[in-house]
């Protein structure tokens, strides 16, 4: 299966395990991810605070080189992602704006290809039989808090791939995997987005408030699909065991590290190394049950 | 005993209904519920809730409504749009309310407008962001350190950060995009 692949910004820097372990698990799993070339960054909740035709133009350039080859666009940043969908769906609602779009960015564009993501062309497209199919190291139980955030099912009216207010493709596709998804209510609360980095005060206890529901629910970890949301649970733990007097120790995944651990990726190559929460320890359990 | 003045918020709240209306947004629509601030992750940090803000538009008070703290505290989670039961978009209206305060000059918290703007010069610039300098030019303008000061230092632990900024060969189609925006608005 062929698909244009946008990682974003974040998988060059902050986040580029996310880039890793997707390029590990589209390997295996035969995925082809034709690399928007010279993408462009979607401009984020910065453009979109500034100017409506900004927010539309930059996102829409991405995705009218795609259409250009008649592919899909798999996004894995849930924020590029929203920026995504949110353009697709104003072009095809009101043909002025499609105009107006295309003028600024200098290009056909009409959305007739479709943005994903990531999770979605795994779980949805490429399919959780053959997910299931390719683990060689099964979760072995793992009980994984499956964290989807804001922006893979908000707002419900841009037509996302999953339900708004209780997700579940990534519990079934953790449950695929040989891990426990457990029940917790946060799937789908907001960590504050930026607010963590400009204003702690206010950003730190929607982070605190995420991390203690997963653990009194029991969870060994959490799974994520967002690199600032991941920035916020995994990076900024440590400020909130300070100001909460807390000692949550629970390691942050993408999804996507998750499935190549258990395709029999070695945690160095798809970069685990560079989370700050260390999950060597938690992972030392896994593969114990080989699969036939 | 004179009577109080009321038609200059009349004028105000029909301004911007009609404004808000043609960006698909009912104002008039909203019967103040409050099922957008129930769920708002946000709500302890702002002045005024999410209904009240739409609560002052109708009633004409968009002045207040702009210089508020709780445009800059919203964090665009989409959670007031998608609970509404009137359909009324509370996220974007939160959107529109940033672009003009920004525009006029009357933004609460001018940490966030400098953020953006300094991430959009970098994204006009390269094609992307780089990080590096995104941090140094915010830190300068705003003579605070990212709050986090970790953030930086941490990141660059991991080998995250890069001293060069992005490079991606576009022929310089960002620019022009930019370019292109500004001269529609006539700026
Ligand atoms: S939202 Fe973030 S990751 Fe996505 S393109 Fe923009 S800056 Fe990059
Ligand atoms: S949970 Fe936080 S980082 Fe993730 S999408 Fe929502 S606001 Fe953004
Ligand atoms: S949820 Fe909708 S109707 Fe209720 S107060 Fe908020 S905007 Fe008004
Ligand atoms: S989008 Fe903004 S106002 Fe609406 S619920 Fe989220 S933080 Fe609150």
Redesign the interface.
């Known amino acids: 299966m062929r698909i244009a692949y946008y990682p974003g ?1 974040s998988l ?3 986040g ?1 395990e996310f880039r890793l372990s997707t390029a590990y698990c589209a390997n295996q799993l035969d995925l082809d991810l034709w690399e928007v070339p ?4 979607c ?12 927010s539309l ?2 996102p829409a ?1 991405n995705l009218a080189i795609a259409e250009k080859e008649g592919l899909d666009v798999a996004v894995p940043c849930a924020a590029c992602y ?1 920026r995504f969908k949110t353009v697709e769906a104003e072009v095809r609602q009101d043909e002025k704006v499609q105009q ?1 779009v295309a ?4 290009m056909d564009y009409r959305a007739t290809n479709n943005t994903r993501s990531l999770l979605e062309v795994f779980v949805d497209q490429v399919g959780l039989d053959k997910i299931e199919a390719a683990v060689k190291k099964p979760l072995s139980g793992l009980k994984v808090a499956c964290y989807y955030g ?2 893979l099912v ?4 841009l037509g996302h791939f999953d339900r ?2 209780d997700p579940e493709s990534m519990d079934q596709l953790i449950a695929k995997l040989g891990g426990t998804p457990v029940d917790w209510p946060h799937k789908t ?2 960590c ?9 005060e ?1 950003g730190l ?2 982070t605190y408030e995420i991390l203690r529901a997963a653990q009194l629910c029991g969870a060994d970890c959490l799974a994520t699909a967002c690199p600032m949301c991941l920035m916020n649970l995994d ?2 733990q440590e ?1 909130v065991n300070k100001k909460y007097k807390a000692d949550f120790n629970l390691p942050v995944f993408y999804f996507t590290e998750l499935m190549a651990l258990t395709f029999g990726a070695e945690p160095k190559e798809i970069g685990l190394d ?1 989370h ?1 929460v260390n999950s060597l320890p938690l992972l030392a359990g896994i593969g114990k049950k080989e699969t036939a | 005993m004179s009577g109080i003045e009321l038609s200059a918020v009349q004028a105000v709240a029909k301004e911007w209904t009609e404004k808000l209306q043609a960006a698909g947004i009912d104002i008039t629509s909203c019967y103040q519920c409050g099922k957008c601030t129930a769920g708002c992750p946000m709500a302890q940090s702002m002045d005024y809730s999410p209904r009240q803000i739409v609560r002052l538009l109708q009633l004409g008070l968009a002045d207040d409504a702009l210089r508020s703290r709780t445009i800059w505290m919203c964090a665009s989670c989409e959670t007031c749009a998608t609970r509404c039961p009137r359909d009324v978009d509370v996220a974007k209206l939160m959107d529109l309310l940033r672009i003009e305060a920004n525009r006029t000059g009357v933004a609460a918290v001018p940490e966030v407008p400098i953020f953006h703007k300094t991430f959009l010069e970098s994204v006009e610039r390269y094609g992307r962001v780089y990080e590096m300098e995104l941090m140094m030019k915010f830190n300068m303008r705003t003579g605070k350190l990212f709050n986090n000061v970790d953030l930086g230092p941490k990141m660059m632990s991991k080998g995250k950060l890069h001293f060069m900024p992005p490079k991606a060969d576009d022929g310089g189609a960002v620019k022009k995009l930019f370019e292109r925006v500004r001269e529609r608005k006539g700026n």
Request: proline share 7%; glycine share 6%; net charge negative.
């Open positions: 910004c060059d820097t902050t580029v010279a993408w462009n960054c401009g984020a909740s910065s453009a979109h605070s500034t100017d409506q035709l900004l133009a930059l350039r929203s107006d003028r600024v960015i200098d804001c922006y908000r707002p419900p009216k708004a207010e609360e907001c504050g987005a930026g607010m963590i980095t400009l204003s702690p206010d206890p929607l990076l900024h400020s560079k700050f």
